[in-house]
């Protein structure tokens, strides 16, 4: 069955460290990847987005993520974190099925805490 | 509007009463999904609105919910005889297109409505 893993609940960093949120996937194809965040009390938006070519994807707030299909991993990363990146981050999949719809499967989330 | 807008914003209910969630898509998206966000889990989806097609309703957990959708606008979620288990944030969105092929259309979240169920 398809699914996305976020391995960590819970991350705590100091603001201006490097940051990486793990997202492991089980898809029977190529898959779409997608990561977005969730800040408090404002509706999810999308960092980044890969659909194929360079595994190295560049998004928003200075956030990429990098594709390892022998892996199945999309992790995201941020190399000096802010403490406006304090937030809840999903990682997700799609296409499902055979209709190619927009459905897609979400991972648990990561809250991410940054301390002053 | 700028965004997709959910209305309530929060709603508190008796076990057993009915509900009914509204969603404003963000105009000219063709795309409407409803997902639902329990406690500490990850997004589940529910249903999905294309244009005229017929719905995807392959998320909805049982009969007790139904969604739907006027044209290329409003869409309600409903819940009846609601349960316990059903408290959650539901969370809509809308895009462009729905297609794999159109995947530079993101979706656009609402800021959810968050039911809880005594």
């Known amino acids: 069955a398809q699914s996305v893993t976020q391995p960590d609940i819970h991350i705590t960093v100091s603001e201006g460290a490097s940051l990486e949120l793990r997202c492991n996937y089980s898809y029977g194809a190529t898959p779409y990847l997608f990561w977005y965040v969730q800040s408090p009390g404002q509706g999810l938006q999308l960092l980044l987005k890969?659909?194929?070519?360079?595994?190295l994807v560049q998004g928003i707030k200075g956030f990429e993520a990098e594709f390892k299909r022998s892996q199945s991993s999309f992790n995201l990363r941020k190399p000096s974190v802010h403490w406006s990146d304090a937030a809840e981050y999903f990682c997700?999949?799609?296409?499902?099925?055979?209709?190619?719809?927009?459905?897609?499967?979400f991972g648990q989330g990561t809250t991410l805490q940054v301390k002053p | 509007g700028a965004g997709v807008s959910q209305s309530p914003s929060n709603k508190v209910t008796e076990k057993g009463k009915d509900v009914e969630l509204r969603c404003d898509p963000i105009?000219?998206?063709?795309?409407l999904y409803w997902y639902r966000q329990r406690l500490g889990q990850g997004l589940e989806f529910l249903i999905y609105?294309?244009?005229?097609?017929?719905?995807?309703k392959s998320g909805l957990p049982s009969d007790r919910f139904s969604a739907e959708r006027t044209g290329e606008s409003v869409s309600t979620l409903t819940i009846q005889r609601t349960q316990q288990e059903d408290s959650a944030v539901y969370l809509c969105?809308?895009?462009?297109?729905?297609?794999?092929?159109?995947?530079?259309?993101?979706?656009?979240f609402g800021n959810g409505t968050r039911l809880t169920v005594t």
């Open positions: 105009s000219g998206h063709t795309a």
């Open positions: 890969y659909f194929s070519g360079d595994t």
């Open positions: 609105f294309q244009g005229n097609s017929a719905p995807d």
């Open positions: 969105a809308s895009s462009l297109f729905g297609k794999a092929s159109s995947y530079n259309s993101p979706l656009h």
């Open positions: 997700a999949v799609g296409p499902l099925g055979s209709s190619n719809t927009g459905k897609l499967i």
